[in-house]
């Protein structure tokens, strides 16, 4: 089993900053995909963004040239920092490791005030 801890989040007005951080822990598989989701009020969870073992990086069309994917091979983390936040990004988002299986975190409130 493996095991996903969110931190970061919270409240932010329309053009300001956030970032989102991810832990991974227990019986981590050797080469996975790291990455975040988000799920706003109403609608389905989508994905926000992807990073590979390798580094390559995968972004939504929606958070292109605003967000940033990072990860921590070594401490088995991954980060989300976002930039130019819109009430629109407002959504809980949740951290992914994609292997065999795929496991997420409990999530996080990101919320964007207008």
């Known amino acids: 089993q493996v095991q996903l801890v969110e931190s970061g989040g919270g409240l932010v007005q329309s053009g300001g900053s956030l970032s989102v951080s991810c832990a991974a822990s227990?019986?981590?598989?050797?080469?996975?995909?790291m990455g975040w989701a988000r799920q706003a009020p109403g609608k389905q969870r989508e994905l926000v963004a992807i990073?590979?073992?390798?580094?390559?990086?995968i972004y939504a069309d929606s958070v292109k040239g605003r967000f940033t994917v990072s990860r921590d091979n070594a401490k088995n983390t991954v980060a989300l920092q976002m930039n130019s936040l819109k009430p629109e990004d407002t959504a809980v988002y949740y951290c992914?490791?994609?292997?065999?299986?795929?496991?997420w975190g409990q999530g996080t409130q990101v919320t964007v005030s207008s």
């Open positions: 992914n490791l994609q292997a065999d299986i795929s496991y």
């Open positions: 990073i590979t073992g390798g580094g390559r990086t």
């Open positions: 227990g019986s981590i598989p050797s080469f996975y995909a």
